[in-house]
Every structure is written in C-alpha cells, then in structure tokens.
C-alpha cells in the first residue's frame, strides 16, 4: 500500500520556469492538502480540496495553482516560479472528520529549489 | 479560531530519561489533537490522536498523550528517550467535523548519549 506519493522529489528551477508537483493516494481519501514548509515557520497551508473538483485557499496561496481533476490525485502548480518558493512542499490527505478523527496522512515531500 | 503553542522549541535530553513536550491549544469547538514526529528528510509520520474518547492516549514507539480540557493543554511523554527518537515534533489540532488543521511551531528533540 503506497498510500501518498509525491513526485517529483527534488528539482531546481530558473525563476520564471514554471512546473507542477504531482501527489496521488490510494486510500480513496476525501480531502487532499498542499502545503510547505519553511525553516523556524512550521508547516503551511497552501490550498486544500475537500473533494474531487473542489479547490480551496489556504494561508499562502500566491503564486500557487491546484487542480483535482481526479479523487486520487492533487496537482499543484508553478506558473512563474520565484525565489521566495525555494523550500520543501509536503501533500498530505485524510478521511472526512467525522470519520476517525480525520488525522493526516503525509508524503515523503518535494524538495524546491528556485535560482 | 483556533491556535496552537508548543512551548519548547528545542528539547534536549539524555538517552534513557523521561521526554516531555509541551503542547497548549485554543478552540472554539471540541477539538481532535494530533502529535506528529518528523525525521530528518521524512515525512511527518502520526504518533498518536486524541478525538474525544479517553483523555490519556498510547501511541507508537512508547510515546503518550494526555488530554486535559480545563488546562487546554495535549502533552506528549515518553518515559524512557532511544536515540531514535531525535526529531521535530508537531502538536495538531482540528476542529471537530472542520476541515482545517493548525500546526504549532514544532520542537525539535536532541538526545544525547
């Protein structure tokens, strides 16, 4: 069982290239979240979805795009990428709440770099 | 709203000693409470989860959680440290039936021989 996988792991960008993280579960999870972390800012939440096509903001949405085309798969993208979006990017789903306390469950990230 | 304070950023301890680290929280609703710990270059793997059943929660790798309500605080214990378990830890919290998580700042575990 993989259950969330992200790819790609790592990846350098120019800035100005754009790109996209894929992330994909197999628990047939409801909900479906992006978000990135920061050394000394914790974890941050990009945007999140609570179902197939339905996307959400979070807290750090800027230059940032998602997509949910599909239940198991959450796309987030980079249009333009900047330096300030050099850091790593953890996707990570759950079951609806009410159902077991609705506990994340993590891939293993995607390490950025943006020159 | 609803936040969350890890009061230590850096714990340190000695191998085979008691750890604690400390977690307060704010909601205005019946909150779950969750503790994840993160190895270096991982993923953020869960410990243990408090939604409202007993109050003193087990969970994996000898760690454990009590919920007190009147002190709106979910502590994570483990009364014997493995080198093993140097890590950063986050406390999570969530609202009941809501579908956004806050993370505290996290605290990053140091043991020592």
């Known amino acids: 069982n993989a259950g969330v996988t992200q790819t790609p792991k790592f990846r350098v960008l120019k800035t100005g290239q754009s790109m996209t993280l894929l992330c994909a579960q197999d628990?047939?999870?409801?909900?479906m979240y992006w978000y990135r972390q920061d050394p000394g800012m914790g974890l941050r939440l990009i945007h999140y979805?609570?179902?197939?096509?339905?996307?959400a903001k979070g807290e750090v949405p800027d230059g940032y795009n998602v997509s949910r085309l599909k239940k198991q798969n959450f796309l987030l993208g980079l249009e333009s990428a900047a330096p300030s979006q050099t850091s790593v990017y953890f996707c990570?789903?759950?079951?609806?709440?009410?159902?077991?306390?609705?506990?994340?469950?993590f891939g293993e990230g995607s390490r950025l770099t943006v020159l | 709203a609803q936040s969350v304070t890890q009061l230590d950023s850096h714990v340190s301890v000695s191998e085979g000693t008691p750890v604690l680290l400390r977690c307060n929280y704010s909601?205005?609703?019946?909150?779950?409470l969750f503790w994840y710990v993160q190895h270096p270059n991982k993923g953020l793997q869960l410990l243990l989860k408090?939604?409202?059943?007993?109050?003193l929660v087990k969970g994996i790798n000898g760690f454990e959680a009590e919920f007190k309500k009147s002190e709106t605080s979910f502590h994570l214990t483990k009364p014997s440290a493995h080198m093993s378990d140097a890590a950063e830890y986050f406390c999570?919290?969530?609202?009941?039936?809501?579908?956004?998580?806050?993370f505290g700042g996290g605290t990053r575990v140091l043991v020592k021989p």
């Open positions: 990570a789903s759950s079951y609806l709440p009410s159902s077991g306390g609705g506990e994340l469950f």
């Open positions: 628990m047939n999870h409801e909900y």
């Open positions: 979805s609570v179902g197939e096509g339905t996307t």
């Open positions: 909601s205005s609703y019946s909150p779950s």
């Open positions: 408090y939604t409202s059943a007993a109050t």
């Open positions: 999570v919290v969530r609202r009941a039936a809501g579908n956004k998580l806050t």
